[in-house]
Nanobody, 125 residues
Framework: QVTWVESGGGSVQAGGSLTLSCTAS????????VGWFRQAPGKEREGVAA????????YYADSVKGRFTISKDNAKNTLYLQMNSLKPEDTAMYYC??????????????????YGQGTQVTVSA
């Protein structure tokens, strides 16, 4: 059982910024793939950003490239998602995750992917 502590969600106007953070054990955050997913009402959960921890390679969904930045602080066992230039379509529940995959640049989940409890991000026009 993975214990996550997520924070940083909230409500902002379009164009604003938020930073999400997620703290877990060192073991969890050193899994091969860690990242962020989001799920909007009525939509499937989608991968937003991921880090392949062995190589350090970083991937983003096309919809957030140039606006979102994922980072990891190993000393604090914390994963971050800096979100700038937010749009109403970014409104969703955001989940940190460990055990994700990246195939042909697409961020996905596996059967054993572990998710945080989620934090709501709401962007108003």
């Amino acid at each position: 059982q993975v214990t996550w502590v997520e924070s940083g969600g909230g409500s902002v106007q379009a164009g604003g910024s938020l930073t999400l953070s997620c703290t877990a054990s060192a073991f969890t955050l050193n899994r091969v793939c860690v990242g962020w997913f989001r799920q909007a009402p009525g939509k499937e959960r989608e991968g937003v950003a991921a880090i392949l921890t062995r190589s350090g390679w970083i991937y983003y969904a096309d919809s957030v490239k140039g606006r979102f930045t994922i980072s990891k602080d190993n000393a604090k066992n914390t994963l971050y998602l800096q979100m700038n230039s937010l749009k109403p379509e970014d409104t969703a529940m955001y989940y940190c995750a460990a055990g994700c995959t990246v195939v042909s640049g697409e961020i996905g989940a596996q059967q054993h992917t572990d998710y945080g409890q989620g934090t709501q991000v709401t962007v108003s026009a």
